[in-house]
């Protein structure tokens, strides 16, 4: 975990959404979020139909996906 130096934090709390950061080594751009806020989203993007996807079981089920 990394903690925010005490300019970050009036940068943070001057910002009205959410915070651009760019890796300068990368230039990739990463968005800082509050916890409750990503993992309400992790909940929307997974929904309620995602749970049991990943048994093993149900890979049976392969064998009626259309194939090309």
């Known amino acids: 975990m990394i903690e925010l130096t005490e300019e970050q934090q009036q940068v ?3 910002e009205k959404g959410p915070l ?10 990463y968005v800082l979020v509050r916890k409750d ?5 992790r909940r929307v993007i997974d929904g309620p139909n995602r ?9 049976i089920y392969e ?5 090309p």
């Open 12 to 14: 943070l709390s001057a």
């Open 20 to 29: 651009q950061i760019v890796d300068p080594l990368t230039q990739e751009v």
């Open 37 to 41: 806020v990503y993992e309400l989203g």
């Open 51 to 59: 749970a049991g996807w990943d048994d093993p079981e149900l890979d």
């Open 63 to 67: 064998q009626y996906r259309k194939k």
